[in-house]
């Protein structure tokens, strides 16, 4: 019988002031719920959530003591025992969940103590979830329920993101990056300001292609004498095709086929997505510019590697500075 004096009292609730809750997504969220005073006994609360017209109960208490939890999302929801005796009747909703977001409303004391809360809850998504370097992607910025007036702002590792880097949509919710490089690589943030609350959400965006080394073009020093290994790594589990190294000797002007002398010998086994190429001797003359390149979903991926050579002592210092 008490449940349904409780959700009549919800239902016939319009005019309780309502407080916006902003989170992340796979946070805690913690949607206040405080009575006037300390209770001097056990009282009755209940919280539900609304779903259009219907409500359905999250969590609820009896005078008893007795406890019961409502619906899927109940497994990552409680109030803490502890602050009942504070009158504070908090529900705590753990690795929120975009579906978890929407309007709150706590009754308590039979009706006389009546709180509503809208959840909104805010996720960094991308589409693919892993793009291939070079393809195209798009980062998209969910707010779930969506509110009717926001104003969204993009960063990038922290730095406000420049036009140049994307082209976003007209409320900016979504950004599309035209060529996936290295430099579209890291957290993405999206920040999200409303009337009276702001809250961001951050998600990682990584990349598939050649992992090591990222930058276009790397300088790495080698050591007269002494063996060095020029490295192309692909993301593991990536079968690239027609791969292959080419040279361009200092004051040459165009690449040209590794010379046989900078082959190893007998290759090591490794694995099918590593094509580093390991250069047995450095010599003086074997300086230069070295590109790797392969293909990857139809696409041409490389770097360039510029291969300094200097006796062991120079090498070393250049290490240390």
């Known amino acids: 019988m008490l449940l349904f004096i409780l959700l009549g009292t919800a239902l016939s609730v319009t005019g309780a002031v309502c407080d916006e809750i902003v989170v992340e997504a796979g946070s805690l969220a913690v949607l206040p ?14 919280w539900v959530k609304t779903n259009g017209r219907s409500q359905n109960t999250v969590w609820r208490i009896q005078q008893s003591g007795l406890e019961f939890r409502g619906i899927e999302a109940v497994r990552r929801s409680w109030c803490p025992h502890n602050d009942f005796r504070k009158g504070s009747f908090n529900l705590h909703i753990e ?16 009706g006389k103590e009546v709180q509503r809360h809208v959840l909104r809850v805010i996720q960094v998504s991308f589409t693919p979830a892993v793009p291939l370097e070079g393809s195209s992607a798009k980062v998209t910025c969910n707010v779930t329920p969506w509110p009717e007036e926001a104003i969204v702002s993009w960063k990038l590792n922290g730095r406000p993101l420049s036009p140049q880097q994307t082209q976003s949509t007209m409320n900016k919710m979504e950004q599309k990056i035209t060529s996936m490089s290295p430099r579209e690589m890291g957290n993405w943030t999206c920040a999200v300001r ?12 990584s990349m598939q292609g050649i992992s090591r080394p990222l930058e276009e073009i790397t300088q790495v020093y080698g050591a007269v004498g ?12 990536l079968t690239p095709q027609n791969t292959g190294w080419q040279w361009k000797p200092n004051g040459a002007r165009s690449f040209q086929p590794v010379p046989p002398t900078l082959r190893p010998s007998a290759p090591s086994p490794r694995p099918q997505w590593d094509r580093s190429l390991r250069v047995e001797s450095v010599a003086a003359g074997d300086g230069g ?7 990857v979903g139809g696409r041409r991926l490389q770097r360039q590697l510029l291969l300094v050579t200097a006796q062991g002592e120079a090498v070393w210092e250049n290490r240390l500075t």
């Open 95 to 110: 690795s929120v969940r975009p579906e978890d977001g929407g309007e709150y409303i706590c009754i308590a004391m039979r």
């Open 226 to 237: 002494s063996p060095i290994v020029l490295p192309c790594v692909y993301t593991e589990e």
């Open 33 to 46: 719920c405080t009575v006037g005073s300390p209770p001097q006994a056990a009282i009755s609360v209940q």
């Open 194 to 205: 409303l009337e009276k609350k702001d809250g961001e959400a951050t998600q990682y965006l």
């Open 289 to 295: 510019t070295y590109r790797c390149f392969g293909e």
